[in-house]
């Protein structure tokens, strides 16, 4: 995680300097999980994006951070934080394509790689990606599809998937539907409730849970925020 870190922070200031801006954007969200057997754990994540464009091609860093607050348990509460960087192209007005390195310290720690897309146009928004691990000797693939349709007045319904794929350790998915409703001022607030399930492998029982967001997107400016990708390490 910290040759990632490295690397973003030595690209940071020759793309300021580029007058390439595209945008920032941020994201804060209150999250509560119940497994629905009496467990509930609370947490909050803020989630920080910057891209810049150079013609066709541009670069995307993005840095997540987030801490569990409260839990029916006795836990010792976790602090995490993942990276994110992003090498883009645009294929077209409508479509973008790029290619993702992310790292984060949950857990065992994750450290992928990854082929993405951006499809926009007009009220439709999709974004997927696949990917592998660094590590040879681990078994993991991932996917993710998660879609926007903007119905009317600032309204939007929102959906995602979720899956990484241990090989013979199990898998991880997530299904998720919510709305966003975009505001006059560039934010957006949303809610989201998605069902987890936590495969342990053959032998182990599959844990089930849900998760309820809560969380508002800022633009903090340029005029192509919308086009950043929205990869979430953690989740």
Do not use: C
Request: no cysteine; proline share 2%.
């Amino acid at each position: 995680m910290s040759r990632l870190l490295a690397a973003v922070l030595a690209l940071l200031p020759g793309m300021a300097a580029a007058q390439a801006y595209e945008g920032t954007i941020v994201d804060l969200q209150y999250q509560k999980y119940d497994d629905g057997a009496g467990f509930e754990l609370d947490s909050i994540e803020g989630t920080l994006d910057a891209s810049w464009m150079f013609g066709r091609v541009g670069v995307q860093a993005g840095l997540v951070i987030g801490k569990e607050i409260d839990s029916s348990d006795d836990l010792d509460f976790q602090h995490y934080r993942g990276l994110a960087l992003h090498l883009t192209t645009d294929v077209s007005d409508s479509l973008r394509l790029g290619a993702l390195v992310a790292s984060d310290n949950r857990f065992d720690g994750i450290y992928l790689y990854a082929a993405e897309a951006l499809y926009m146009n007009g009220p439709l928004r999709v974004e997927g990606r696949v990917g592998d691990n660094f590590n040879n000797g681990d078994s993991f693939s991932l996917l993710e599809v998660k879609g926007a349709f903007t119905i009317a007045g600032g309204l939007s319904a929102r959906a995602g998937l979720h899956y990484s794929d241990y090989g013979d350790a199990g898998y991880y998915r997530v299904l998720s539907v919510g709305a966003g409703y975009q505001m006059n001022n560039g934010a957006e607030l949303y809610a989201d409730i998605s069902r987890h399930a936590n495969d342990f492998g053959a032998g182990s029982p599959t844990l089930n849970g849900s998760l309820f967001d809560l969380g508002v997107r800022f633009n903090l400016g340029g005029g192509n925020s919308d086009k950043a990708f929205s990869y979430q390490p953690l989740n």
